[in-house]
């Protein structure tokens, strides 16, 4: 069974910085998409980063020029470098991608278990 764990998340003052980390595990399979999304309390689930297989990224207007979505295929992990944090950033950060067992295969949407992120002077 794959899983997505994330790590990473803490309790930091504005201005800092923190890099989650998304492992994935369980047997033999190809990340495809993989995404970060951000969830606060009252508010739906929002996309704050995304990345291809190959490496293409797409961010949320709020991430644009602090944050950075990058990934090791051979690991199977995908980072969230998160710089000049805010408070408006805080928010449990959930892992997400399209898995499958090959690379001619569609992909199944997984969720990690999220990692709280909060920024707080």
């Known amino acids: 069974q794959v899983q997505l764990v994330e790590s990473g998340g803490g309790l930091v003052q504005p201005g800092e910085s923190l890099r989650l980390s998304c492992v994935a595990s369980g047997g033999s399979f190809v990340m495809f998409t993989a995404n970060w999304y951000r969830q606060v309390p009252g508010k739906q689930r929002e996309l704050v980063a995304g990345?291809?297989?190959?490496?293409?990224?797409n961010y949320a207007d709020s991430a644009k020029g602090r944050f950075t979505i990058s990934r090791d295929n051979a690991k199977n992990t995908v980072y969230l470098q998160m710089n000049s944090l805010k408070p408006e950033d805080t928010g449990i950060y959930y892992c997400?991608?399209?898995?499958?067992?090959?690379?001619?295969?569609?992909?199944?949407?997984?969720w990690g278990q999220g990692t709280q992120v909060t920024v707080a002077s």
């Open positions: 990345i291809t297989r190959g490496g293409t990224t």
């Open positions: 997400n991608s399209a898995i499958g067992r090959s690379v001619f295969s569609s992909g199944t949407a997984y």
